[in-house]
């Protein structure tokens, strides 16, 4: 069983940046791929960045050469630098870790957190 805990989220300007983190429990942090997602009001939840645990990372479109994704190991954490943000990005983000190796769709992924509210304003 992992669980997982969001922080890091908050309001924002356009062009500003925020860094999300992930603190996941449990001794085997180090085995999942981890990734985030995020879900806007009246959207489907969206995947946004993953990395896993053989260190590649995935990007949406719409995030690559903005956001980064990162893991440490030894503190169990995944963070999601996000930069340049824009309104568009404004969502619930939720840290997610699977057991698969490139997990892209949230069908793949098998513990979630509770999310984190970034807004975006313009």
């Known amino acids: 069983q992992v669980q997982l805990v969001e922080s890091g989220g908050g309001l924002v300007q356009a062009g500003g940046s925020l860094r999300l983190s992930c603190a996941a429990s449990g001794p085997t942090f180090s085995r999942y791929t981890m990734g985030w997602f995020r879900q806007a009001p009246g959207k489907e939840r969206a995947f946004v960045a993953a990395i896993s645990w053989t260190g590649p990372t995935y990007y949406a479109d719409s995030v690559k050469g903005r956001f980064t994704i990162s893991r440490d190991n030894a503190k169990n954490t995944v963070y999601l630098q996000m930069n340049s943000l824009k309104p568009e990005d404004t969502a619930v983000y939720y840290c997610?870790?699977?057991?698969?190796?490139?997990?892209?769709?949230?069908?793949?992924?098998?513990?979630w957190g509770q999310g984190t509210q970034v807004t975006v304003s313009s």
């Open positions: 997610a870790a699977s057991a698969r190796l490139r997990p892209m769709s949230q069908h793949e992924y098998d513990y």
